[in-house]
C-alpha cells in the first residue's frame, strides 16, 4: 500500500503527566499538571493530555464537517465542535479513553446537518484512528442558541 506523507508533527513529553510537552518546532511549550481527579495538585495554567486530545480531536472533526459540507456545496456556517475527553477504568481495569463529540451546523436543517456529521465521523483522522478502540458519542444541534 502505497502512503504519501500530508504533515508531519513531533513533540517530547518531559516528566510525564506532570512535566511539559515541547514541539520540536517550539511552537507547542506548555506546562502539564495531574488534575486534582487524578490525585495530582492540578498547577493553574497547566494543561493535561486529555485536554490537549480533546482540542486536537474538535479542530480535526470540525475541519472534516467543513470538507465534508463543501463537497456537498452546503453552507454549514459558523460550524464548531466541543469534545469532551474522558478518562475511565474499563471492565478489565485499565485506564481508557471516552469521547462525546458536539457539532453545531448553524447554517443546515437538523437531518442534514446529521448527514453531514455523519460522513465527517468516517472521514476524519481521528475518528478513523480511535474507531473500535474507544467509544465516541456524537450529537449534533443546527441552532447556536441550542449549542451554548
Sequence with gaps: MATTIMHSAQAKSIGGRDGRIESTDNVLNLELTMPRSL??????GATNPEQLFAA??????GNAVIHIARQAKVNVGDISVDAQVELFMNEENLPTLGVALHANLPGVDQAQAEE???????????SRATRGNIDVKLTVTTDAAVAA
Aim: charge should be positive.
Design 39 to 44: 490525585g495530582g495538585r492540578a498547577r493553574e
Design 56 to 61: 486536537g480531536y474538535a479542530a480535526c472533526f
Design 116 to 126: 453531514i456529521v455523519e460522513k465527517a465521523h468516517h472521514t476524519c483522522p481521528y
